[in-house]
């Protein structure tokens, strides 16, 4: 179904004043015929009277960023885009099936339902509901909550994503879904789910992200901006049936899940201090063997390779313990 735009009834103000005159009408032709006895301006008038109210209901009222989607006894005819004050078919009526749908993430339908207080002359109150049947054009935010998915290795992982979106045709999103939104919510939580199972949480071996056959180094942690790129590609895909531009997507929670956060903790604290460990050996040979070398060109000591040994372990100990050495002065021969 594609959109009809209605941008040629902007006579609002005019059919405003036209049908309040006509009420005037009604009323002094009412009064005139009762005093003159005059039975077809009196029956004319009250006629009147009783439906002249049928021509106010097809005044409509567009604000900017607005859309009304109408339909004429279960027609669609078209859809009031620009801003103004409209006049249509009285008896045309607005479509919106996502107006009373408030996702509890999103705040876009923000005063869609307006609640009027009504009290009865006996002391009974009660409310009446108002419905805003005009879809809203303007971009909006969509914060699903949070996810656990398991990661292409298996493991379990919490994340979440906020998707920036819009309707960008209002006959789609009104008739080719039952609900834009609940289908936009739904749509986000399964492509996340397909997405997050491509990659690892952290950078492993052997993974293969993008399907060329040949292990990369993407992950969730490392390549966000991808992995949000692909998210977004893919809900694009799903809703573009219900006339809905996906914008922007963008992590906003990553974090193993609470199972096994703990273990995952202890693995990357032990990775690390491997790799600092690593860094201190590597360090602490060179630095002996440069030593070694400076000893060996200025001709300071002559050592065999039994004292080289041990001023290599002792250099070792030295440079490589966790805490300060604490030096033993031998006054004495070293044999």
């Not at 009323?27 to 109210?53: K, P, R």
């Not at 699903?144 to 999103?173: F, H, Y």
């Not at 997405?195 to 952290?202: E, H, N, S, W």
Request: net charge negative.
């Amino acid at each position: 179904m594609s959109e009809k735009i209605i941008g040629t009834r902007k006579n609002g103000m005019m059919a405003l004043l036209i049908s309040i005159l006509l009420y005037i009408l009604a009323i002094v032709g009412a009064i005139a015929g009762g005093v003159d006895e005059n039975l077809i301006i009196l029956i004319i008038s009250v006629v009147w009277l009783f439906i002249g109210w049928i021509p106010f209901m097809g005044l409509k009222v567009i604000k900017p960023q607005e859309a009304l989607v109408l339909t004429l006894f279960g027609k669609y005819v078209g859809t009031l885009k620009d801003a103004g004050f409209y006049f249509v078919n009285p008896f045309c009526t607005g479509v919106n099936p996502a107006a009373k749908t408030k996702l509890g993430q999103s705040g876009d339908v923000k005063g869609a339902i307006e609640k009027i207080s009504v009290r009865a002359s006996g002391g009974a109150s009660g409310e009446i509901e108002l419905t805003n049947k005009k879809i809203s054009l303007k971009i909006m935010t969509l914060n699903n909550s949070r996810q656990k998915v398991n990661d292409c290795l298996g493991n379990p992982v919490e994340i979440g994503i906020a998707v920036m979106w819009r309707v960008v045709d209002t006959a789609k999103a009104a008739f080719n879904v039952d609900n834009y939104k609940e289908y936009l919510s739904l749509q986000c939580d399964s492509a996340l789910r397909n997405v997050v199972r491509i990659y690892p949480y952290d950078v492993a071996p052997g993974v293969d992200t993008t399907g060329d056959g040949l292990a990369d180094e993407g992950s969730l942690r490392g390549s966000s901006e991808i992995v949000a790129a692909r998210i977004r590609e893919e809900i694009q895909q799903k809703v573009t049936e219900a006339g809905l531009e996906i914008i922007e997507a963008r992590i906003t929670y990553l974090a193993y899940a609470s199972e096994i956060a703990a273990v995952m903790l202890q693995r990357q604290q032990a990775s690390a201090i491997i790799d600092a460990r690593k860094m201190i050996v590597d360090g602490a040979v060179g630095m002996v063997e440069m030593a070694l070398e400076r000893l060996n060109e200025n001709n300071v000591v002559e050592l065999d390779e039994e004292r080289k040994a041990a001023m290599v372990s002792n250099l070792l100990v030295v440079l490589c313990g966790n805490h300060d050495a604490q030096p033993i002065v031998n006054s004495g021969s070293l044999y």
